[in-house]
């Protein structure tokens, strides 16, 4: 399984336990500063499963926040979609 993690500017310039943490876990990391913000909410599992939706994966979506995720399954052109343009977004960042 590849696991990386792309941020934006703003994300970039604050301090946050959980990106030392993924640093310290070899965790690859990126800034993509072409975007105001990176507002893109989505992981591909498996290379045909997509999960998207609004869901920020923070204990205040989870608890408190009205939020949606959608999982589309065996779906590998969607997939395949879905990692071209996080490849693009990868490409465009810096290493953090």
Not at 11 to 27: L, P, V
Not at 62 to 79: F, Q, S
């Amino acid at each position: 399984m590849e696991v990386r993690v792309l941020l934006d500017k703003g994300q970039g310039s604050r301090h946050y336990r959980a990106i030392e943490d993924m640093q310290d876990a070899g965790i690859p990391i990126r800034i993509n500063s072409h975007y105001a913000i990176m507002h893109n909410k989505y992981l591909v599992i498996d290379g045909k499963t997509v999960e998207t939706g609004s869901f920020n994966y923070t204990a205040s979506a989870e608890r408190r926040n009205a939020e949606n995720v959608v999982v589309i399954k065996n779906n590998k052109k969607l997939a395949t979609e879905f990692i071209e343009n996080w490849q693009k977004l990868w490409d465009e960042g810096t290493a953090y």
